[in-house]
Structure formats: structure tokens, C-alpha cells
């Protein structure tokens, strides 16, 4: 039965762990489909008429987490559009609402594999994430007030779910404070 059902990696980290980046080159070497739950919410907030956009942008502004039933929606036609069945799912669940949503939604339906967890100390994520802000990446939280919302609602509520899978024995720890070469390294050990 569950050859049928999708695989699913989360991928979780702190603003700048380098997720984005890891996630394309896992695409390319293990053909997997890179979901990102922040992407997929900017996206409808960018869409015109969207129901949610304006709930969405209060929500991304104010480093706070969008209603799960919206992220699971939007991931699960997401996975149904692209006709693939491995999934990088970055940056969800994000808190215990989120899990517990995700569960609901999405638990009888997919195959968590494991979670690919970047860890990263908060001042290299800081500096990573004003560089690209800097560098003009177009994101309304790159910069230092939402990154220190940002950063508080990952290490009070994303270390939970962390240690949820922990406990089940499905993290795999990637220190991400190394080149992204020597990232990839680990990264490729965690899938093979």
C-alpha cells in the first residue's frame, strides 16, 4: 500500500539555513519535487483574487504562521499538479498546529520519510538572509525585524516538531554552517 502514496521529506531549519539551495541540487541528483510552503504562500498572496492573499501577507509581515488547513491545501494541489511521487516539502510544519494539521490533512496520505534538518546557528542564518536582502531577493522579510520574529517563532515552536521526529527516529542532521558543497556532502549521506 504504501508504494501508492507519496514520499515526503520535510525539510526544516532556521531563515537562511540554506534549505532553498540544498533543496535544487537534491531535485537534480534524486529527482525529487521541491515544494516550499513559504513560495507556495507568496505565490497565492501574489495571485490576483486569492481569498487568502491578504490574510497570507499580514501573516508573512508579521513573522507569524499561516492557518494550516491554507499550507495544506496549497501543498496538496501542488503535489497533485506535478504528477511526480518524492516530495522536498522546506520550511513545514513550522509548529505543533502545524503537525497536528499536516496529520489530519495529509497523514494517511503520504509516506514521511524523514525530516532533513539544517542546523545552523542564528547569527550565520542573520547574515545570510540581509545578504539577500541586500542582494535584492524581492522578500518583504529579509530584513532584521522579521528575521528576529522570524527566528523566535523557529526556535520556540520548529524545534518541537524537530524533536517530535526525533523521537521517532526519522531526523537527519545536517550541520549547515559548512560550504554548500560540504552541505551537499552530508545531504547526499541522508539519502543514500
Not at 146 to 171: C, N, P, W
Amino acid at each position: 500500500m504504501s508504494a501508492e502514496l507519496p514520499n515526503v521529506v520535510f525539510v526544516l531549519g532556521g531563515p537562511g539555513a540554506g534549505k532553498g539551495t540544498q533543496c535544487a541540487k537534491i531535485v537534480e541528483k534524486f529527482q525529487y519535487v521541491h515544494l516550499s510552503a513559504g513560495d507556495l504562500l507568496r505565490e497565492e498572496r501574489n495571485t490576483e483574487g486569492s481569498a487568502y492573499g491578504e490574510l497570507i501577507e499580514s501573516h508573512i509581515r508579521n513573522g507569524t504562521i499561516v492557518p494550516v488547513e491554507i499550507t495544506c491545501s496549497l501543498l496538496a494541489t501542488a503535489m497533485k499538479k506535478s504528477g511526480n511521487n518524492k516530495f522536498l516539502i522546506d520550511g513545514f510544519p513550522r509548529n505543533k498546529d502545524n503537525l497536528d494539521g499536516w496529520q489530519k490533512e495529509m497523514g494517511d496520505k503520504t509516506n514521511v520519510q524523514f525530516v532533513l534538518f539544517f542546523d545552523c546557528s542564528q547569527e550565520a542564518c542573520m547574515e545570510r538572509c540581509l545578504q539577500r536582502g541586500a542582494a535584492g531577493s524581492g522578500r518583504s522579510d529579509d530584513n532584521e525585524e522579521s528575521l528576529k520574529k522570524r527566528f523566535q517563532t523557529y526556535v520556540k515552536d520548529t524545534m518541537a516538531i524537530i524533536e517530535h521526529y526525533d523521537a521517532l527516529g526519522l531526523v537527519r542532521k545536517i550541520d549547515a554552517s559548512q560550504s554548500p558543497d560540504q552541505v551537499f556532502e552530508d545531504v547526499t549521506k541522508a539519502f543514500e
